[in-house]
């Protein structure tokens, strides 16, 4: 109750404070200085009687209008220039607020912007799923010769390249469709269930060593054992080693080597770390690689082909999980990221009831 009390009186003091002000910036810069001047005159003179009074000492005209002088004097300047504060610190706190109206307004905008590109891929990107579907269906009958046979092999080949650029365009649609879901807020885990993390590692590099052998580079695992059990949407963690394991291969030289490694945590959780050989990033590089759509220019980009989504999508999927990525990288060191799961997705041995 006494808080009450006590920020009331603040409140009423400060009200009263503020219409004081209000009434002195009318007065102007000189008018207003003049004004509490004489305001100090005023309170100063009167104490400095009341103080001579009780201490019995003689009151004299010329020593009250000298100290009038003294505190004119000494208060004006100093009052002159606390209002040209004052004036300043209000013109600086409208230009404040009018700059947070607009940077609100625009975060709004950049929201908006963001929503409606979301939108825009995904209602693209189902548009194009449907007829890719349908190319792809259809050249993989002609590739098998179900209806009879091509009389000429370049059509078989033909058809191939067909097939094989459908399934690359339909892995970038499925890429933007699962981000934009991602930063939608629609991407759900209601199909989560709890399996044997080695088992989805297996199953991601089994896909990635036939890319290590094409471009020349090797890879080493020590996986975790099996009674890690790990709570998540399994296809979503196989795409997210793909998408790293994948990325680490195509930025390594030939001769090179990816490892891959699982560890426990001091907190309960479980880190996978994939260690390149590779030619490595900037912080800056690192930054952009974590943009959607931004590619690094170097040297092994002119020979493997890439939307820049692979890395993002990756990061994003293992948050969804509670999880996070961070990276490491030096130019010419190679790069580590490590996938840190959380504890309470992990079980050892045992399944847990799905969240």
Do not use: W
Request: proline residues 4%; aromatic residues 4%.
């Amino acid at each position: 109750m006494r808080r009450r009390s006590v920020t009331y009186l603040s409140v009423q003091v400060m009200a009263l404070l503020d219409r004081l002000d209000g009434r002195l910036s009318k007065l102007g810069r000189f008018g207003s200085a003049a004004a509490l001047t004489g305001m100090a005159v005023c309170v100063g003179v009167p104490l400095h009687v009341l103080i001579r009074t009780l201490e019995g000492l003689q009151i004299q005209l010329i020593g009250m209008l000298n100290l009038a002088g003294e505190i004119v004097i000494i208060a004006a300047p100093i009052i002159l220039y606390a209002r040209d504060v004052i004036t300043q610190l209000k013109t600086s706190r409208t230009i404040m607020d009018g700059m947070s109206r607009r940077l609100k307004v625009s975060v709004e905008q950049a929201q908006a912007a963001n929503r409606a590109k979301s939108a825009f891929l995904a209602n693209m990107s189902h548009e194009l799923r449907t007829p890719l579907n349908a190319i792809m269906g259809f050249s993989e009958v002609m590739m098998d010769q179900h209806l009879g046979p091509l009389d000429n092999p370049r059509y078989l080949t033909y058809v191939g390249d067909i097939h094989t650029s459908g399934r690359y365009l339909l892995g970038i649609i499925n890429d933007i469709l699962d981000l934009s879901k991602i930063e939608a807020g629609k991407m759900s885990l209601d199909s989560a269930e709890e399996f044997p993390l080695r088992q989805a590692l297996e199953g991601s590099l089994s896909i990635c060593r036939n890319l290590g052998e094409k471009f020349g580079v090797r890879i080493e695992s020590r996986l975790p054992p099996e009674d890690i059990r790990l709570l998540a949407v399994e296809r979503m963690i196989r795409q997210i080693m793909i998408n790293l394991v994948g990325n680490a291969i195509k930025f390594t030289p030939a001769g090179g080597c990816v490892s891959i490694a699982g560890d426990h945590l001091p907190d309960g959780g479980y880190a996978l770390t994939v260690q390149d050989s590779g030619i490595g990033m900037t912080q800056a590089e690192i930054d952009k690689a974590l943009t959607p759509f931004g590619q690094i220019e170097n040297k092994m980009t002119a020979t493997h082909n890439g939307t820049g989504l692979g890395l993002p999508l990756a990061k994003a999927m293992l948050e969804l999980h509670d999880g996070t990525l961070d990276i490491s990288s030096a130019p010419g060191r190679g790069t580590c990221l490590t996938l840190n799961f959380p504890a309470s997705r992990l079980s050892f041995g045992k399944k847990v009831a799905a969240a």
